[in-house]
C-alpha cells in the first residue's frame, strides 16, 4: 500500500462537501422553497399508529388526495381541540386502508371517508400499490426505522434539500430535457408547486401555483389525460362486491362503537362535470350512504362548500380549505351531532 | 440495522466513541458484543434468542467436539451440531418450500391433502450466521484448528456487528485470533475504514437504489413480453444492482471493521471481468464460494473420485449454492446455470490439457488439485498480493472471454431475479426474440443511465481486475482522492434513499 496522505483528502472530501450542500441549500431557501416532508411509509406509520387515540379526541381522516388538501389540519384543531389524523394516500382509493382498520380490533373512532369515485369504485387504482406498501411498512416496522424516522424529522425539519420528490439526485436528472418515449410514463409529471406536504400530512398548493395559470393549467391537462384513457366504470358483480365490502368493513368498525361518516370533497369545472356524468349521484354515492347506514356530507348540498372554484378542477387552495374545513365542522357539529372538546357554543372562526 | 440509515450513523459514531476510550480489552469487547446484539434486536427483538441459542450450542459442542476422543461420541456431537444449525435453517428459511412441495407432491400422486399455508418469518442474516456457526463445529471435528478461549470471544465472532447480517461469512482463524490481543484502529486505518464505509454506502445508496433499481424492477414486474431492448436494459440493470448491492454491503462491513482496528476478508474482487466462470466464483461473494468448497464440494470428494464424479460434484455444490440464496426452484436453476457453466469450462480446459500435456502426471498436492477445479482460495484480508491464479493478463482476448462471461452471467440472473419460471422464460424470450410489438416500459432517461453505469462497471472492473480498492485509493494524489471521495458524500445525501434493504438481507 501506497502512503497517500488520507487525513488531507478526508478533510478536503469533508469541506467540499458540506460547500457543495449548503451552497444547494441556501440556493433552494433563495429560490422560495418551502420546506417539504416525504409522504412515505414512516410517515404515514407514524401517524397510522395514532389512531387508538380516544375517538372524543381524535379524528381519522382517509381517502385519494382532495382530502389532503381541502381538510386544514391547523383549522381544525385549533376550531374543534381535537387530533387530526391524515391517512389518505394520492393517487389511491381509500379501501385498503378502510380494511386495515376495520381489522384492526383495538380501532374504536372517529373516522371520515373522502369520496371521489374515480379511486373509490375502482379496482384498478394508480397508486393502490404504495398504499399497500405503507399498511405492509406499518405492520413490520422495527425499532431501527423508528429511531431513524425520528432523526429524518429532525433533519427533514430543517433542510429544504431533502426533499425526495424534487430534489433527489433522480428527480434532478428526471429534470433534463430529454424526450419522452412513447407508450412510457417517466418522471413526476406535477409541477413542484402543486406537492408540498407538512408533518401532518396536510398537501398544499404553494401562493405561486394559485398564482399562476400555466402551473394550473400543466395540472389541468393530466387530468384531461386520465379522463381521455380511463376505463369504463365498475358496473354489475363487480361493483357490487365494492359496495358490500365497503358495508362488511364499515359495519366491523360501527359494531365495536366507531364513527364513520363518508365526504364528497369538491372539485370543480370540466372535472365536476365528467364525474357526475359518469358516476351519477343516486348510483354510487346515495347508494353507498343507503347500504353502509351512514351519514354523509356532499359539497354541493351546502352553500357554503358548494361552489369553490378549485384552482385545477380537483382540489382546494389553502384559503379555500380554511373555509372548506370551517364549514365542515359546523355541518359536523350541527347536523351531524359530532361533539369535539372545544366548547360546543364556542364560535367557529 | 441497515448500514444505509441514520440509526446506524448514530449507532456507530456511539459505537466508535466507546472503543477508543481507555476501558479494558474485555471491557470493550463486551461492548462490542453488547453493540451487536443492539444491531441485531434492532431489527426484530425476539429473534436475538435464535443467534444466543446457535452461540451457546456451538460453543459447547464445539469444545466437547474437539476434546472428545471416542469417533462415535464425536459423530454424535456433530451431528447435534447438523440438526441445530441446519434445523433451524430449515425451519426459517425452507419450511413453507418444503410443505408446499411435499403437497404438490402427494396431490400429484391422488391424495387429497392441503394444508394452510405456514406464516414464518426469516431471521436476518440466518444463513450467514449459520454458515458462520457451522464452519466452526466441523473444523473442531476435523481438529482443523483450536476452540475459541472463551465465550466472550465466541459470541463475538459469531455476532460481531460488521459480518453479522449479511456477511463476509468468515471463518474462526480469521476473526477469532483479532479478539486475542487488544486493537484499536491506527489513524490510517480508521480513515481507510470511513472511505470504505462511503465507497460502501455509495454503491448501495446512490448506484444501486438510486440509478439502477427502478429500471430493474419495471422489468422483472411488468408480466407482458417486452421489447428486447427493454428486457436488456433491466437484466443489466439487475446485474449491477446486485453488484452494487452486495458489493457496497461488504465494503461497509470491511470498512466499519477497519474503523474499529478489525480485519474482514474480501468478498469481491470486480467479478464482472471474470474470465470464465472459475474465474467468477474466485471474484463474486468470495467467503461462501470458498466455504462451499471447504465444506461441500471437498467433502463430497471434491475431483478426488474421477471426472465424472468430480462433474457431479460440482453441480451438487452449485445446486445446493443456488438454494443457499433462497427457497425458490429459480434459485436452484441459477445454480444449475452455473454448474452447468463450469461443466462447460472444465471439459474445454481438461481437454486443452490432454491436448498440451498428454501425461497427465503432474504431481500436483492433494489439496491444490482438489482447489483447483473449483472456487477461490483464500485472499489474504483487505491487503495483500493478488491471488496468482486468478491473474488473467489484460489481453485483447481475455477481455472478450470477459465480455462472454459477464454475458452469461446475465442470463442467470433472469432466474435469479424472476419471481417464477413463467415470468423467467417470458423475459428470456424478450431478450433473445426480436419483437417489435413487445411493450416498452423504460424511459429514454432511464436506458441511459442504465448504459452509462454499466459500460463504466464492466470498463472499471476490468483496469482493476488484478488490484484492489484500497491499493487503487493508496496510489491517488491525496486531493484526488479527496475529490473523489466528496464527489460520493454529496451524491449520497442528494441520493435520499436512505430506508431500503439490502437484496441480500433476503437470504
Known amino acids: 500500500m501506497q502512503p497517500t496522505n488520507y487525513k488531507k483528502a478526508g478533510l478536503l472530501a469533508v469541506c467540499i462537501s458540506l460547500i457543495a450542500i449548503i451552497s444547494w441549500e441556501i440556493h433552494l431557501r433563495n429560490s422560495g422553497v418551502p420546506v417539504s416532508y416525504d409522504d412515505n411509509e414512516a410517515l404515514w406509520s407514524d401517524k397510522r399508529a395514532m389512531v387508538y387515540e380516544p375517538s372524543d379526541k381524535a379524528t381519522v381522516i382517509i381517502g385519494s388526495s382532495r382530502i389532503k388538501y381541502d381538510l386544514d389540519i391547523p383549522t381544525w384543531e385549533n376550531s374543534t381541540g381535537d387530533h387530526v389524523i391524515q391517512l389518505s394516500n394520492v393517487g389511491s382509493s381509500p379501501r385498503p386502508v378502510l380494511a386495515d382498520l376495520a381489522n384492526d380490533k383495538n380501532f374504536k373512532g372517529r373516522l371520515i371517508i373522502d369520496v371521489t369515485e374515480g379511486s373509490f369504485f375502482s379496482r384498478t387504482v394508480v ?84 398564482a399562476d395559470t400555466s402551473l394550473q393549467n400543466q395540472v389541468k391537462a393530466i387530468w384531461r389525460r386520465g379522463r381521455t384513457n380511463a376505463k369504463p366504470p365498475l358496473t354489475g358483480t363487480a ?111 | 440495522m441497515l448500514f444505509n440509515s441514520y440509526t446506524f450513523l448514530v449507532f456507530f459514531a456511539v459505537v466508535l466513541i466507546l472503543h477508543n476510550l481507555p476501558f ?206 427493454d428486457a436488456w436494459m433491466g437484466v443489466l440493470a439487475f446485474s449491477g444492482q446486485i453488484f452494487f448491492d452486495f458489493a457496497g454491503y461488504s465494503s461497509c462491513a470491511i470498512g466499519a471493521a477497519l474503523c474499529l482496528g478489525f480485519i474482514l476478508p474480501q468478498n469481491f474482487l470486480f467479478p464482472y471481468a471474470a474470465v470464465g466462470f472459475t474465474d467468477f466464483w474466485r471474484r463474486w461473494h468470495i467467503t461462501l464460494s470458498s466455504w462451499l468448497r471447504d465444506y461441500l464440494y471437498i467433502p463430497l470428494g471434491g475431483n478426488r473420485l474421477g471426472k465424472y464424479r468430480t462433474y457431479f460434484n460440482l453441480m451438487v455444490t452449485m ?54 477445479s473449483f472456487a477461490p482460495s483464500f485472499t489474504k484480508p483487505v491487503e495483500g498480493s493478488f491471488p496468482p491464479e486468478t491473474n488473467h493478463p489484460k489481453t485483447v482476448t481475455n477481455f472478450f472471454l470477459a465480455l462472454c462471461t459477464f454475458f452469461l452471467v446475465n442470463v442467470t440472473w433472469v432466474f435469479f431475479r424472476a419471481e417464477d419460471f413463467t415470468s423467467a422464460w417470458r423475459l428470456l424470450h424478450s431478450m433473445f426474440v426480436r419483437n417489435d410489438s413487445g411493450t416498452a416500459v423504460l424511459a429514454y432517461l432511464d436506458i441511459a443511465k442504465v448504459s452509462i453505469i454499466i459500460v463504466i462497471l464492466v470498463i472499471a472492473h476490468w483496469l482493476m481486475r488484478n488490484t484492489m480498492v484500497l491499493n487503487v485509493a493508496g496510489k491517488m494524489s491525496w486531493w484526488l482522492l479527496g475529490i473523489v471521495w466528496s464527489v460520493m458524500l454529496i451524491l449520497i445525501m442528494l441520493s435520499q434513499n436512505a430506508s431500503s434493504s439490502f437484496i441480500y438481507f433476503q437470504f
Not at chain 2, 486443452?352 to 489439496?367: D, G, T
Request: net charge positive.
Open chain 1, 127 to 210: 397508486y393502490d400499490w404504495k398504499t399497500n406498501r405503507k399498511i405492509a411498512y406499518y405492520k413490520e416496522r422495527t425499532p431501527t426505522q423508528r429511531f431513524s424516522f425520528q432523526i429524518n424529522h429532525v433533519l427533514e425539519s430543517q433542510f429544504v434539500f431533502l426533499d425526495q420528490q424534487f430534489y433527489s439526485i433522480n428527480s434532478l436528472i428526471e429534470k433534463l430535457d430529454v424526450p419522452p418515449r412513447p407508450k412510457v410514463n417517466s418522471g413526476n409529471p406535477f409541477p413542484m408547486e402543486f406537492y408540498p406536504n407538512s408533518f401532518d400530512r396536510q398537501s398544499f398548493m404553494t401562493a405561486r401555483f394559485v
Open chain 2, 319 to 372: 445446486l445446493l449454492g443456488g438454494l443457499w440464496h433462497g427457497a425458490k426452484w429459480t434459485f436452484v436453476a441459477w445454480g444449475a446455470l452455473h454448474g452447468l457453466y463450469l461443466w462447460i469450462e472444465k471439459a474445454f480446459r481438461d481437454a486443452r490439457r490432454k491436448k498440451s500435456l498428454p501425461a497427465l502426471a503432474i504431481v500436483e498436492s492433494k489439496n491444490n488439485f482438489i482447489k483447483s
Open chain 2, 24 to 229: 479494558s480489552w474485555k471491557t470493550k469487547k463486551i461492548n462490542l458484543l453488547l453493540a451487536s446484539y443492539v444491531f441485531y434486536a434492532a431489527w426484530n427483538p425476539p429473534f436475538i434468542l435464535l443467534l444466543w441459542l446457535s452461540t451457546l450450542v456451538d460453543y459447547f459442542v464445539g469444545r466437547a467436539l474437539y476434546t472428545q476422543e471416542n469417533k462415535h461420541k464425536k459423530k454424535l456431537l456433530l451431528v447435534i451440531s447438523l440438526i441445530g444449525n441446519l434445523g433451524m435453517l430449515c425451519f426459517f428459511k425452507y419450511g413453507g418450500f418444503i410443505l408446499e412441495n411435499f403437497t404438490s407432491l402427494v396431490n400429484a400422486l391422488g391424495v387429497d391433502y392441503h394444508p394452510a399455508k405456514p406464516n414464518i418469518i426469516l431471521p436476518a442474516g440466518i444463513s450467514f450466521y449459520t454458515f458462520t456457526t457451522l464452519c466452526y463445529t466441523i473444523d473442531m471435528y476435523r481438529k482443523e484448528s483450536k476452540p475459541v478461549k472463551t465465550l466472550l470471544d465466541f459470541s463475538l465472532f459469531v455476532t460481531f456487528f460488521p459480518h453479522l447480517v449479511a456477511g463476509p461469512i468468515v471463518r474462526p482463524p480469521q476473526l477469532v485470533p483479532q479478539f486475542e490481543t487488544p486493537r484499536k484502529a491506527s489513524q490510517q486505518q480508521l480513515l481507510q475504514g470511513l472511505f470504505l464505509l462511503t465507497l460502501g454506502l455509495f454503491m448501495k445508496v446512490f448506484l444501486a437504489d438510486g440509478m439502477l433499481s427502478e429500471s430493474a424492477n419495471s422489468v422483472f414486474s411488468s408480466h407482458d413480453v417486452l421489447k428486447t431492448l
Open chain 1, 239 to 349: 361493483l357490487d362486491s365494492i359496495f358490500s365490502s365497503v358495508k362488511f368493513q364499515v359495519e366491523k368498525i360501527k359494531a365495536r362503537g366507531g364513527r364513520v361518516l363518508f365526504i364528497r370533497t369538491p372539485s370543480s369545472g370540466p372535472l365536476f362535470e365528467y364525474e357526475t356524468k359518469r358516476y351519477p349521484r343516486a348510483e354510487y354515492w346515495d347508494r353507498l350512504l343507503k347500504v353502509t347506514d351512514c351519514p354523509g356530507v356532499y359539497f354541493k348540498d351546502y352553500p357554503a362548500m358548494a361552489n369553490f372554484e378549485c384552482p385545477e378542477d380537483s382540489h382546494l387552495s389553502r384559503e379555500q380549505a380554511v373555509i372548506f374545513t370551517n364549514s365542515f365542522i359546523n355541518i359536523l357539529k350541527e347536523e351531524k351531532g359530532w361533539s369535539f372538546t372545544h366548547n360546543l357554543n364556542k364560535p367557529v372562526l
